[in-house]
T-cell receptor, first 114, second 110 residues
């Protein structure tokens, strides 16, 4: 079952709000990823967790705070966002051993910051 | 700078034709290559992965890899209107990072 789920599907938040995006996978993968995608652009990597530890932070502003409570869950906490942070936020997961590290994406959360 | 280049398109093909999508990459260390399909407003969907030089076929899709030329391609046979989407080429750079190209928009007309 190659399924990654994300909630909510859509989120509208003000610049002073605090909200969280959630991601869950049941494929037994031990790496999970957050990407940001703007319209007509490719996904940009934000964070990578490997065995529940943060392994890559692509110099993301501190108003984005990731959390990996266990091997199946990944959260992205949002605080004091800017309108330019409006985008599609994608979660993905993959194995951490083997040849390919094929990444499987969830459906995404469409975020609008007002 | 690790770069992945794709023609942005749109690539227009009639239904039933072969669509050929191309990608060049700059990182000679890349060992794994992935093709994702992304419909408008949806998330990327993995459709092919290839690791060795040569061809890999899966249904109507064939991925071709030439590491010496730093070139990877995706052929879609018997193209259908439902294949109309943006196709993203993504070599793996380093342990867990994918470097995405900007994508090629494919339009298949009935």
């Amino acid at each position: 079952d190659t399924e990654v789920t994300q909630t909510p599907k859509h989120l509208v938040m003000g610049m002073t709000n605090k909200k969280s995006l959630k991601c869950e996978q049941h494929m037994g993968h031990r790496a999970m990823y957050w990407y940001k995608q703007k319209a007509k652009k490719p996904p940009e990597l934000m964070f990578v967790y490997s065995y529940e530890k943060l392994s890559i932070n692509e110099s993301v502003p501190s108003r984005f705070s990731p959390e990996c409570p266990n091997s199946s869950l990944l959260n992205l906490h949002l605080h004091a966002l800017q309108p330019e942070d409006s985008a599609l936020y994608l979660c993905a997961s993959s194995q951490v051993r083997g040849r390919g590290y094929e990444q499987y994406f969830g459906p995404g959360t469409r975020l609008t910051v007002t | 700078q690790k770069e992945v280049e794709q023609n942005s398109g749109p690539l227009s093909v009639p239904e039933g034709a072969i669509a050929s999508l191309n990608c060049t990459y700059s990182d000679r260390g890349s060992q794994s290559f992935f093709w994702y399909r992304q419909y408008s407003g949806k998330s990327p969907e993995l459709i092919m992965s290839i690791y060795s030089n040569g061809d890999k076929e899966d249904g109507r899709f064939t991925a071709q890899l030439n590491k010496a030329s730093q070139y990877v391609s995706l052929l879609i046979r018997d193209s259908q209107p439902s294949d109309s989407a943006t196709y993203l080429c993504a070599p793996r750079a380093g342990f867990q990072k994918l470097v995405f190209g900007t994508g090629t928009r494919l339009l298949v007309s009935p």
